[in-house]
């Protein structure tokens, strides 16, 4: 297990290097690798723990270097990670309620009341936002699929998010990736791209407990 743990910990402090390592062994299919992992990412409950925006900062400064063409990268990711947010939502339409039946410890009825609340307050831009949140953005398109969103206003912000999302780390990575600074101490910037990342949902749960507290 710790062996696995340091495993995880290399893949995303190292991201750089591992990436260069597979594009040098697969060459074109490469690109079909990047495209299974934000797809699954994005699209699979179960997977929340791969790598997304590092793997997409990193694969722009590859880009940079002319390891992959830019423009396919932004249409292959862009792909990926609005067909994975799309199959997520219908996984949570189909079989989420089913989930939901019971009364389970993790998995209670009063949590999808919550979800479909927080949906209807915040709407779309609960899906757009989520995709700056790891792990977060795994989760809420499922959950907008068990919450029964609207479709229609779904695919609209999935399609703005998912290309939002793309945009900002893979261009981001592209022009900035290949600084001297950068490179010496990428691990350092994946550990702070993660920690910013959490700070919105670092903040939603500070303010849940805070009403929480203010009404009892």
Same mark, same amino acid.
């Given at each position: 297990?710790?062996?696995?743990?340091?495993?995880?910990?290399?893949?995303?402090?190292?991201?750089?290097? =591992? $990436?260069?390592?597979?594009?040098?062994?697969?060459?074109?299919?490469?690109?079909?690798?990047?495209?299974?992992?934000?797809?699954?990412? #994005? &699209?699979?409950?179960?997977?929340?723990? @791969?790598?997304?925006?590092?793997?997409?900062?990193?694969?722009?400064?590859?880009?940079?270097?002319?390891?992959?063409?830019?423009?396919?990268?932004?249409?292959? $990711?862009? !792909?990926?990670?609005?067909?994975?947010? #799309?199959?997520?939502?219908?996984?949570?339409?189909?079989?989420?309620?089913?989930?939901?039946? &019971? =009364?389970?410890?993790?998995?209670?009825?009063?949590?999808?009341?919550? !979800?479909?609340?927080?949906?209807?307050?915040?709407?779309? !831009?609960?899906?757009? $936002?989520?995709?700056?949140?790891?792990?977060?953005?795994?989760?809420?398109?499922?959950?907008?699929?068990?919450?029964?969103?609207?479709?229609?206003?779904?695919?609209?912000? =999935?399609?703005?998010?998912?290309?939002?999302?793309? #945009? @900002?780390?893979?261009?981001?990575?592209?022009?900035?990736?290949?600084?001297?600074?950068?490179?010496?101490?990428?691990?350092?910037?994946?550990?702070?791209?993660?920690?910013?990342?959490?700070?919105?949902? !670092?903040?939603?749960?500070?303010?849940?407990?805070?009403?929480?507290?203010?009404?009892?």
């Amino acid at each position: 297990m710790t062996e696995i743990l340091r495993q995880v910990v290399d893949l995303f402090l190292n991201i750089d290097q =591992n $990436l260069a390592r597979i594009v040098a062994n697969f060459g074109v299919w490469s690109y079909a690798l990047l495209f299974l992992v934000i797809f699954m990412e #994005t &699209g699979l409950v179960v997977t929340p723990f @791969l790598p997304g925006d590092s793997l997409i900062f990193a694969a722009g400064a590859l880009a940079a270097s002319n390891a992959f063409s830019i423009l396919w990268l932004f249409i292959l $990711l862009v !792909a990926a990670a609005i067909i994975g947010d #799309t199959v997520n939502y219908w996984i949570g339409h189909y079989i989420g309620p089913r989930v939901f039946e &019971g =009364n389970h410890r993790l998995l209670k009825k009063e949590y999808l009341h919550k !979800a479909q609340a927080f949906y209807d307050k915040h709407g779309g !831009a609960a899906i757009v $936002l989520a995709r700056f949140v790891p792990i977060v953005r795994t989760f809420a398109p499922f959950v907008a699929g068990v919450s029964k969103m609207n479709y229609s206003q779904f695919i609209y912000y =999935n399609i703005m998010g998912g290309a939002f999302w793309v #945009t @900002l780390f893979l261009f981001t990575g592209y022009f900035f990736g290949n600084l001297p600074w950068v490179k010496h101490n990428f691990e350092y910037l994946i550990i702070a791209i993660v920690l910013i990342s959490v700070v919105p949902m !670092a903040i939603e749960v500070y303010k849940a407990k805070t009403d929480k507290h203010h009404y009892d």
